[in-house]
T-cell receptor, first 117, second 111 residues
Framework: GAGVSQSPRYKVAKRGQDVALRCDPI?????LFWYQQALGQGPEFLTY????????KSGLPSDRFFAERPEGSVSTLKIQRTQQEDSAVYLC???????????????FGEGSRLTVL | EDQVTQSPEALRLQEGESSSLNCSYT??????LFWYRQDPGKGPEFLFT???AGEEKEKERLKATLTKKESFLHITAPKPEDSATYLC????????????FGRGTSLIVHP
């Protein structure tokens, strides 16, 4: 597809369940980001991949959060034993590169809205 | 720690009523400042990148400007379709280059 694709768009989980959120970035984009956006807030950085390497995971809020991008393309964000405070929109973004050669333009997907009951 | 503060949190305008949104930042070294637009239920959409003080970028009714401490997004004669949340983000040099976002300004333009 032409844009970043995320699935599922909506997920309702009971507290304690595990969830997996998928991101399919734009073909050829080296960099992939996950952000968390609570209602009425700006996106908060979670983790960053360059190809298959996870170069920064400093934003992951706890060890219940895990992300992977095994083949340098599709990425999955996994949340174990979900809590109510995990309820948010999880945004995935991709870009060609990151660093001095980057214009700063990230291409975002529409997000996965997680509601934990 | 990098900080990005946007004001106001919310802004209501009448169609045609020009105004400005503010993004102030505190960073160790600015590489770039970005403006994004976010519609309800959608991901942010890139608008502009500004790199140095004095730089300006324009797109239709929007003009972004940058100083050493803040950026303004000027909206001239807005239309209802300009209603959205406008997000500012900064990217620092010498670090990870990962953009840090502000909380956004929610703009509603009434017909």
């Amino acid at each position: 597809g032409a844009g970043v694709s995320q699935s599922p768009r909506y997920k309702v989980a009971k507290r304690g369940q595990d969830v997996a959120l998928r991101c399919d970035p734009i073909s050829g984009h080296v960099s992939l980001f996950w952000y968390q956006q609570a209602l009425g807030q700006g996106p908060e950085f979670l983790t960053y991949f360059q190809n298959e390497a996870q170069l920064d995971k400093s934003g992951l809020p706890s060890d219940r959060f895990f992300a992977e991008r095994p083949e340098g393309s599709v990425s999955t964000l996994k949340i174990q034993r979900t809590q109510q405070e995990d309820s948010a929109v999880y945004l995935c973004a991709s870009s060609l590169v990151l660093g001095e050669a980057n214009t700063g333009e990230l291409f975002f997907g529409e997000g996965s809205r997680l509601t934990v009951l | 720690e990098d900080q990005v503060t946007q004001s106001p949190e919310a802004l209501r305008l009448q169609e045609g009523e020009s105004s400005s949104l503010n993004c102030s930042y505190t960073v160790s070294g600015l590489r770039g400042l970005f403006w994004y637009r976010q519609d309800p239920g959608k991901g942010p959409e890139f608008l502009f990148t500004l790199y140095s003080a004095g730089e300006e970028k324009e797109k239709e009714r929007l003009k972004a400007t940058l100083t050493k401490k803040e950026s303004f997004l000027h909206i001239t004669a807005p239309k209802p379709e300009d209603s959205a949340t406008y997000l500012c983000a900064v990217q620092t040099s010498g670090g990870s280059y990962i953009p840090t976002f502000g909380r956004g300004t929610s703009l509603i333009v009434h017909p």
